[in-house]
């Protein structure tokens, strides 16, 4: 929905390695968003962008970094990766082109499910 | 921190019953709420969006009430379906300098049985 896109849908990886997943939109959304989901915690934020190279950290940024180089792209890269980043990730995106659209419904993508064995 | 509780964590109700769904939070000061259902295996699906200045929100079988000054939603299910088997999610947006940040309940698990 809301043309979102991510990639991969599933993902298995070694400790320590580098991963990133990726996030495409087709519809210009200013805001955009990573979210963990687990088990017991429910979904939680790692990164936010709130426009071209404009990001900011969530509540579990830790280990994560974030990159939006073009508005339909936004990447999040795991350094090096840990089995606590066993998760299931999200985009979402808040609908809207305007400053002010952080305030309009959010919708997800169908999420990467990334194993770090 | 805004804290979001769901009540009740999982609920196993006959098709044809009319449900209702608690959310809570501790933080008043939000922009809106937004009401999700999510699909084993899958992402999100947004249900109804109630903004703060709103009392309720309808979408055909659903509607959200929200009473942000006691920092509590509810979501009524008319008429529930086995097609309604999902986790709800409710989720305040913060307001000042978060960005329209969306802050996550644990969720309730439905089960509609025919």
């Known amino acids: 929905d809301a043309g979102i896109t991510q990639s991969p849908r599933h993902k298995v990886t070694e400790t320590g390695t580098p991963v990133t997943l990726r996030c495409h939109q087709t519809?210009?959304?200013?805001?955009m968003y990573w979210y963990r989901q687990d088990p017991g915690h429910g979904l939680r934020l790692i990164h936010y962008?709130?426009?071209?190279?404009?990001?900011d950290k969530g509540e579990v940024s830790d280990g994560y970094s974030v990159s939006r180089s073009k508005t339909e792209d936004f990447l999040l890269t795991l350094e090096s990766a840990t089995s606590s980043q066993t998760s299931v990730y999200f985009c979402?995106?808040?609908?809207?082109?305007?400053?002010?659209?952080?305030?309009?419904?959010?919708?997800f993508g169908n999420g990467t499910r990334l194993t770090v064995t | 921190k805004q804290e979001v509780t769901q009540i009740p964590a999982a609920l196993s109700v006959p098709e044809g019953e009319n449900l209702v769904l608690n959310c809570s939070f501790t933080?008043?000061?939000?922009?809106?709420l937004q009401w999700f259902r999510q699909d084993p295996g899958k992402g999100l699906t947004s249900l109804l969006l109630?903004?703060?200045?709103?009392r309720e929100q309808t979408s055909g079988r659903l509607n959200a009430s929200l009473d942000k000054s006691s920092g509590r939603s509810t979501l009524y299910i008319a008429a529930s379906q086995p097609g309604d088997s999902a986790t709800y999610l409710c989720?305040?947006?913060?307001?000042?300098?978060?960005?329209?940040?969306?802050?996550f309940g644990r969720g309730t698990q439905l089960t509609v049985w025919p």
């Open positions: 979402a995106i808040s609908v809207g082109q305007g400053e002010s659209s952080y305030n309009s419904p959010l919708h």
């Open positions: 519809e210009n959304h200013r805001y």
């Open positions: 962008s709130y426009g071209v190279k404009d990001t």
């Open positions: 933080d008043s000061a939000i922009y809106n």
């Open positions: 109630i903004q703060s200045s709103q």
């Open positions: 989720a305040p947006r913060g307001g000042g300098s978060t960005l329209g940040r969306l802050y």
